[in-house]
């Protein structure tokens, strides 16, 4: 008898862990500021983000096998979904889909004029950690980018490229198509803070459009406006 109860040990053991609620685990799993309501189990469960001013986002998760979890987001304009390592730190393998830019908040990168459009993201090798600075790779595609604000312009199609860096993330903007307002340069996070350099010019025969921009950086002897900022990223 002695022998069998040894034997259902293991068994005790995996049912204990497998129905253990996800909210006792999460210290340990490394996840963002604002992560509410967890509930399930780390092998199913959900949790709510919880960003300010914003609609919060649903997040869910489910063990599939292996060393990775699968998870989606969904709220509002913002779809996002991808694979997860649970761990001290934030570890993403893979993240795909639509990101609301505004959910960025770069209004202060500009100050009088608020970026617009989404994000549709193809990354992998995402880790965040707190006191680290952000490691990804892969690009995103920013749609139907536009500002609005004291200047209101479509942006077009821009690509932004995401590789490593020595000290954090590099960047690299350009726009894909002709836009009353092309765009060039590059954006580079490192621990807590980013470091933006970008080039604008306004389409031939806007003067305007030309000097408005010239209110957000400094305008060059070619007609082209370079703006530079850097700050905190919140992150």
């Known amino acids: 008898m002695a022998k069998r109860a040894w034997l259902l040990l293991p068994v005790i053991l995996v049912l204990v862990v497998a129905t253990l609620p996800a909210q006792l685990l999460a210290p340990r799993l490394g996840l963002p500021a604002g992560v509410t309501q967890i509930g399930g189990t780390i092998w199913s469960g959900r949790a709510v983000w919880q960003q300010s001013g ?93 500002l609005t604000g004291a200047i209101q312009e479509p942006l077009g199609e821009i690509e932004i490229t995401v590789e490593q860096a020595e000290d954090g993330l590099r960047l690299l903007v350009r726009s894909l198509r ?11 996070l490192t621990t807590g803070r980013y470091e933006a350099d970008l080039w ?4 031939s025969g806007r003067p ?25 990223t919140g992150l």
Not at 200 to 203: E, G, P, V, Y
Request: charged share 20%; aromatic share 6%; net charge neutral.
């Open 208 to 232: 305007r459009l030309t000097a408005a921009l010239a209110e957000l950086g400094q305008l060059q002897p070619d007609g082209q406006i370079r703006l530079q900022v850097g700050g905190r």
């Open 200 to 203: 604008l010019r306004a389409a």
């Open 178 to 188: 002709p836009a009353p307002v092309q765009i060039r340069g590059s954006i580079v």
């Open 54 to 146: 914003w609609q919060p986002l649903a997040v869910s998760w489910r063990w599939r096998g292996g060393l990775d979890w699968r998870w989606q987001a969904d709220g509002g304009q913002s779809a996002l979904e991808g694979r997860w390592r649970p761990g001290a730190v934030a570890v993403l393998p893979e993240v795909r889909g639509r990101l609301d830019v505004e959910r960025l908040d770069l209004v202060h990168w500009l100050e009088i004029a608020r970026p617009v459009g989404s994000l549709q993201l193809d990354l992998v090798d995402v880790v965040l950690a707190d006191g680290a600075a952000p490691q990804a790779s892969g690009e995103a595609i920013w749609r139907q980018a536009g």
